[in-house]
């Protein structure tokens, strides 16, 4: 006699990737206290939150101050000048969609793991590597998980050629986390078919977007009849460098339709019974970040960034190491030199040039002998990480 | 051939109870272009954020604007100032908490909507009257639910005498949403030994405490034994007017296990795997509130609130209506007047007085024949309203 846990639980695996990176890292500083260790590990961002977001946080700290302008619970899926600045934002890409299609939240990793409650007992097909939120968050409600698998053979961008004519839940995200890669057009409008073809259901991860140059597509939704298969969920935190200051959406289009029910409305009352809404000061930063100077400013951000990643993809190149990503995406993904595994390379640029970066492994068995950096580092340590690995490589 | 979907959401009431408070309110005034409806509905706060608060607010805010001391990703479980600050306010009721059981998070309402996930399938103790989402929350998970009567034979505080003697998860409220009930420290001692007899667990919504006066227990933990049964789930909603700012925060005591497992690490694990962490302007305002100085202008708010409460209370007792609540707790919790059921009173007093109240029904079947008012609104308003209340009771 006593209360039921959730057994699922027991399958998820022990330790989340980036709590035992940090365990290793602990260890080696405490071993070395002289150290000085890089990380390249973590996707966090670390330049300064913008000018016209900066301004927009003080000024609705403001309104707050004041009896008139205070404001108590927000709209459960946000105020309407926070959906509108998303929908002007998808505009730009030439998707059209209506605010009431867009429900804000506090986080992208939110939604991904809270999505999972609309859906019965479903497959659930996810890319092996994959973001773990994604793995994680559907061993921990039990469903049977299928893999596909993203290997340098497909540049790790696998298609649906070969899976069964099934329903499922799809995970895709693209610029991909963790390996960089990006869908071309063509190859979202394959996927977009198969899943309306075998009325499978895609949840599009599209954080990265930002990060894209050249003409891939930044939503699913600018392929047609994608609104009528998958949902979108993206987040400001690459975008406008709001990490530490938690803003995402997600996108449930009107045409989303399963057996006659609307998955928006589904995903409403998911949202009304379980969430309060978004603080209003961050929203009112989420909509300066959208505006036209905002986003001026983020593109800033962005090229910042994407340097760090060009002087990390110089090194690669120098060695003759193979890697995707760099381009289009703050992600580097690279093949692990000289034979060793990922924990073991981890441990080898640990140890030999303080440089910390995410074994490919942590994303599923694909990712074994693969391993991740990130182009999020100030440049001056970027700079000197890629000296050590110059060094070391 | 398609997805399945969550079928218990057909399960869930169609609308939830605001949504339509509110559309009846859209139609009165549609019709009443000249209305002058004031609202003691939904329990939101007016009072703007207090100045320690504000200049919490703006000093975090400049440094996210700077390299040196912009912050990213926030520790999942909260930083440790807030949760300290978390660990002295319980102090102050004698609780002794260390700071790795508390669980930072951006609301009540996520917290009690997601707690559920941790759990398999047990039978779960609601009371009735229920704050909405405890119910909801549980149906829509398609868990066993069975209900424990708050009448005004017990004046709204259920007791465990005549329950079976078997493990259930119990939710409990107190002060109490909606009817504003408070238990003794002797009547939480029966519920922890019930608890701790049947290996049940309590999930204990204290979101409310700020508005004790006397006696009352602010905590479930200043009950001996409560933290081997029992989860606490508290707010900075209604104790610092953070309504549209966002801060709450899970008590996981370490004693609390389970068949072996510690449930703190089980939640640690739900937030680690689908929650990002609060946002870092938010906690510092958060620890601003809860510092000495914060927590003065809170009690401020609160008397301030009180101060309506009295006036409302003023009213009912003069037109001899009978009710609880209004003391130790923002809301009165009243029996309708004249044989009115709980929607025919909510539509008489808008018709009428163009007061807008809760119906007690919409918090469960015990609540027909009942209706709340809140302390929330500005002094002007209240005192408005009495004096039509005064006109039509």
Redesign the interface.
């Known amino acids: 006699?006593?209360?039921?846990?959730?057994?699922n639980?027991n399958n998820?695996k022990k330790s989340?990737l980036f709590?035992e990176i940090g365990r290793r890292v602990r260890t080696y500083r405490e071993a070395h206290p002289d150290s000085n260790v890089i990380s390249l590990g973590?996707g966090?961002?670390?330049?300064?939150?913008t000018?016209t977001v900066?301004a927009a946080?003080?000024s609705a700290?403001?309104e707050?101050?004041?009896?008139e302008t205070?404001?108590?619970?927000?709209p459960e899926y946000g105020y309407d000048f926070a959906r509108d600045a998303i929908v002007s934002h998808y505009a730009e890409y030439g998707v059209t969609l209506s605010p009431d299609e867009i429900f804000v939240s506090?986080?992208a990793?939110?939604d991904?793991?809270?999505i999972v409650?609309?859906?019965?007992?479903?497959e659930v097909l996810i890319p092996d590597p994959v973001y773990?939120?994604n793995y994680?968050?559907n061993v921990?409600?039990g469903r049977r998980i299928s893999f596909i698998n993203a290997t340098k053979e497909n540049n790790f961008l696998p298609m649906p050629d070969e899976l069964p004519r099934?329903?499922?839940?799809i995970y895709m995200c693209s610029p991909n986390n963790p390996t960089g890669a990006v869908y071309s057009k063509e190859q979202l409008k394959k996927w977009v078919s198969f899943a309306r073809e075998?009325?499978?259901?895609i949840i599009f991860d599209s954080a990265y977007e930002a990060y894209i140059s050249g003409n891939y597509p930044h939503s699913i939704y600018e392929v047609d009849g994608a609104k009528s298969c998958a949902i979108e969920i993206c987040s400001l935190s690459k975008t406008a460098?709001f990490?530490?200051?938690?803003f995402a959406w997600t996108v449930m289009p009107s045409e989303l339709i399963?057996?006659g029910?609307q998955?928006a409305q589904?995903w409403a009352?998911?949202q009304?019974?379980?969430?309060?809404?978004?603080?209003?000061?961050?929203q009112r930063a989420a909509a300066a970040a959208l505006s036209p100077e905002g986003m001026a400013e983020c593109r800033e951000l962005v090229s910042y960034y994407m340097k760090n990643a060009s002087i990390l993809s110089s090194v690669l190149k120098e060695k003759g190491i193979w890697y995707t990503g760099g381009v289009s995406s703050p992600y580097l993904w690279l093949k692990c030199p000289d034979g060793y595994d990922s924990w073991s390379f981890f441990d080898y640029l640990l140890n030999n040039a303080e440089v910390v970066g995410t074994p490919g492994s942590g994303f599923g068995a694909q990712g074994e002998g693969y391993f991740r950096l990130t182009s999020f580092g100030?440049r001056e340590a970027t700079e000197e990480a890629a000296s050590r690995l110059r060094r070391v490589l």
Chains 1, 2 share one sequence.
């Open positions: 006699m006593s209360i039921k846990l959730n057994d639980y998820a989340y709590s973590i966090d961002v670390t330049l300064p939150l000018p900066i946080l003080h700290t403001d707050m101050s004041k009896k205070f404001r108590g619970y927000a506090d986080g990793k939110s991904l793991g809270n409650e609309i859906f019965g007992d479903n773990p939120v994680d968050s921990m409600s099934r329903s499922m839940i075998t009325e499978s259901v460098g990490t530490g200051v938690r399963i057996n029910v998955l589904m009352r998911r009304a019974t379980k969430f309060n809404g978004v603080s209003y000061i961050i100030s």
